[in-house]
């Protein structure tokens, strides 16, 4: 199995990255984690097959993160995709959906589908699968507007993948994390305190708890960026893969 990240960056395109989306494979898994506003372009560029995807997660519903559904959706329709889609997300996703449909493209949420899709609410601490994937929600902490936002605890083909998502630090990262295979984390800054998102020193005070087996650090500001080569983790960098 191996994690791709389509994109990597934050909402403002820092290091000219593109927004937040990672793509896993396996033996029997295709997902994508996130689906930021310039995920088309990015899933093109590195000639990832979309009609292979079975299942998007949403962590929440900032344009970073989310708003590329629209445009994946209407190329699946266009390349006359007929494989099922589940997105799935946190509470509000069946109304959200629909909503940025219509702000990108005006009655694209009325059109039907040539193939099934299925939208799906995921609940905090509750378990849920799609195939071999396994997924458990945990509450994140990044604000009032764009919520609810979730971390994300994903179990396939033997293997655990934890994205932190964007947050602020919360000790329910700790059982999110716990021993995973690949800990995916937020380090916006280095050392200051942003609210509603995580330092790297921050994260650093809590790696021992969590103990996984391997960090790759996303969604960096130009701070971090500036300091990614002196750094004892990963970093990871669009097109980056990682082997599970």
Not at 81 to 101: D, N
Not at 178 to 188: P, R, S, V
Request: with cysteine; hydrophobic share 45%.
């Amino acid at each position: 199995m191996q994690l791709q990240f389509v994109g990597c960056g934050d909402a403002f395109g820092s290091g000219g990255r593109f927004n937040t989306c990672f793509h896993v494979t396996g033996t029997r898994v295709n997902f994508l984690i996130d689906c930021g506003a310039s995920s088309l372009p990015a899933l093109k560029r590195l000639g990832i097959d979309r009609d292979a995807i079975d299942l998007v997660l949403i962590t929440h519903f900032h344009g970073d993160h989310f708003a590329g559904l629209p445009f994946l959706l209407l190329d699946a329709q266009f390349s006359r995709r007929t494989r099922p889609l589940v997105i799935a997300g946190p509470v509000g996703i069946a109304t959200k959906l629909p909503e940025v449909m219509e702000v990108m493209f005006e009655h694209s949420s009325k059109t039907k589908q040539r193939f099934d899709l299925s939208v799906v609410t995921l609940a905090p601490q509750q378990a849920s699968r799609f195939g071999d994937v396994t997924v458990t929600p945990y509450p994140a902490v990044h604000g009032e507007s764009g919520g609810p936002f979730l971390a994300y605890r994903i179990a396939a083909e033997g293997r655990v993948i934890t994205y932190s998502a964007d947050t602020e630090w919360t000790d329910v990262l700790i059982p999110a994390a716990a021993n995973a295979d690949l800990f995916i984390a937020e380090a916006y800054t280095y050392d200051k305190m942003v609210k509603n998102h995580l330092s790297l020193k921050m994260l650093e005070a809590h790696l021992p708890a969590i103990n996984a087996k391997r960090v790759v650090l996303t969604h960096m500001s130009d701070d971090m960026l500036g300091r990614i080569d002196d750094l004892p983790y990963s970093a990871a960098s669009d097109g980056m893969t990682v082997e599970l």
